[in-house]
């Protein structure tokens, strides 16, 4: 059905240390992924996206990978700070049509110093 | 770097109230949107809007919202008659191209009583 799900509602490290977040999807047919940094009290703040037709994408301290054969999508941090610590998103564009995303439900980073 | 606005930033109302709230896309962007996110819960989609008219909407999109692009620059989103449950953050976002380069506003926080 349509659903982006997470594999962890909360991921704790150590300042310094790389972090992981997980997300599987359940449409074969999405095309487009956006990982979404969410602090509290503000809106979706845009991490990086990465397109059907790609595996890796890096960006600053930040790399997205997918694996379109199990469905999964990755975040990598690397050397994870304590501003990092929020809600991690990643959201499934299924219909490029509208332009509609669905959301996972969310991962929360804590970053201990 | 050009951002969202979204007014209120908090909304009070009494239910069965009529509420509007009201966003300021990013001028060159296209696409509108609106999601909304109950607390402690994942982004959900509301509805999409294009060339002055709704592309795609969700269920919770019934007939108790509506869309407006009234002017050149607002993008609003009225819910007629509030219920409890309408209680939520909402988002709205706007995009250059379809599925692409979405960037959320901060969110007004409507609070239903």
């Known amino acids: 059905g349509e659903s982006v799900g997470l594999h962890l509602p909360t991921l704790s490290v150590q300042e310094g240390d790389n972090s992981i977040i997980n997300c599987a999807y359940s449409n074969s047919a999405s095309d487009y992924f956006i990982w979404y940094k969410q602090e509290s009290g503000k809106g979706p703040q845009f991490i990086i996206d990465?397109?059907?037709?790609?595996d890796k994408r890096q960006g600053q301290r930040v790399t997205v990978l997918l694996n379109k054969t199990v469905k999964h999508l990755s975040l990598q941090i690397a050397a994870t700070q304590p501003g990092d610590s929020a809600v991690y998103f990643c959201?499934?564009?299924?219909?490029?049509?509208?332009?509609?995303?669905?959301f996972g439900q969310g991962t929360t980073l804590q970053v201990k110093p | 770097e050009p951002e969202v606005t979204q007014t209120p930033s908090h909304q009070v109302t009494q239910m069965g109230q009529e509420v509007i709230l009201r966003c300021v896309p990013i001028?060159?962007?296209?696409?509108f949107y609106w999601y909304r996110q109950i607390l402690g819960q994942k982004v959900e989609f509301l509805v999409s809007?294009?060339?002055?008219?709704?592309?795609?909407k969700s269920e919770i999109f019934d007939d108790q919202f509506s869309v407006e692009r009234p002017d050149g620059s607002n993008f609003t989103l009225k819910i007629r008659s509030t219920k409890l449950e309408d209680s939520a953050m909402y988002f709205c976002?706007?995009?250059?191209?379809?599925?692409?380069?979405?960037?959320f506003g901060s969110g007004t926080r409507l609070t239903v009583v």
């Open positions: 001028s060159n962007h296209l696409y």
């Open positions: 809007f294009y060339n002055n008219e709704i592309s795609e």
């Open positions: 990465i397109r059907s037709n790609m």
């Open positions: 959201a499934e564009n299924m219909d490029s049509n509208t332009g509609k995303l669905i």
């Open positions: 976002a706007s995009s250059e191209s379809r599925g692409n380069g979405y960037t």
